[in-house]
């Protein structure tokens, strides 16, 4: 495991979107060999998506043989209802590059047998090889994807309730009405995150400080899903300074000192 400490969420961004780049490019993805991409959305990756934006802009990077797989989508939002996760990614990421549409999969929260879809979704990442890197933030109860505080550390891509403290942290994109928060998500599982070759997770902000020390201080724990990836043989956490507030001096010292 790898903690990589940045000074502010710019530079924290700007690291992350520079090594989802060097990985794209170093893989030399082609027409037979595309390079797999699992994302995430929330406030946490828009600095990384702006960043790999300007690369592809500049002409550095092209995502032309790149398949994406993002973490999860809201049941019963409508698809180009502004806060679906499928408008998220087009208006912030997937209008601005050269991605096929066709390989850029997201959950369909609408489908009429949402097990089924969720299936397909597993179905879909195996026939794609696997996921080379997939990229995720946490919340600050330490969930990644929607993997609330007590699913299981081997769960799969399926549908999930929201706790109440994600919904409350939602709610500031639906007018501050919680009502109008979805309760249900499709959700990739620990499990289909862990089987990705290589994992880097964003972690910024005070806020979500207590969740970065359970995340690599403390034991693997289903309470705070993000820990299992303790286990994963390539995982980074990407954080910032204000990330760093509830960490011991001495982790902090010690992975600053191993970059």
Request: net charge negative.
């Amino acid at each position: 495991m790898r903690l990589v400490i940045l000074d502010n969420y710019d530079l924290a961004s700007e690291w992350a979107a520079k090594y989802i780049c060097n990985r794209i490019i170093q893989f030399k993805p082609g027409k037979d060999r595309y390079f797999t991409l699992g994302l995430p959305t929330g406030s946490t990756p828009l600095g990384c998506y702006k960043k790999l934006i300007e690369y592809h802009k500049n002409g550095d990077l092209s995502f032309k043989y790149v398949k994406t797989f993002n973490m999860d989508e809201y049941v019963g939002l409508p698809r180009n209802h502004p806060e679906s996760y499928h408008s998220y990614m087009w208006n912030n990421f997937f209008k601005h590059i050269d991605i096929d549409p066709n390989n850029a999969h997201i959950l369909d929260g609408n489908a009429s047998d949402l097990q089924a879809e969720c299936d397909a979704f597993e179905k879909k990442i195996e026939e794609a090889g696997g996921i080379d890197l997939f990229v995720g933030g946490i919340g600050p109860d330490g969930h990644i994807a929607f993997n609330e505080p007590g699913s299981s550390l081997v769960s799969r891509t399926r549908l999930k309730t929201l706790a109440m403290d994600t919904i409350l942290a939602n709610a500031k994109y639906f007018d501050g009405d919680l009502s109008k928060v979805p309760t249900m998500a499709l959700t990739v599982g620990v499990g289909t995150v862990m089987d990705a070759r290589e994992v880097m997770i964003l972690i910024t902000g005070a806020h979500k400080a207590f969740a970065l020390y359970k995340a690599i201080e403390e034991g693997v724990n289903h309470m705070w899903t993000v820990s299992a990836f303790q286990q994963h043989p390539r995982t980074i956490f990407v954080c910032d300074e204000d990330a760093t507030l509830e960490l011991r001096v001495k982790t902090v010292k010690y992975f600053k000192g191993e970059r």
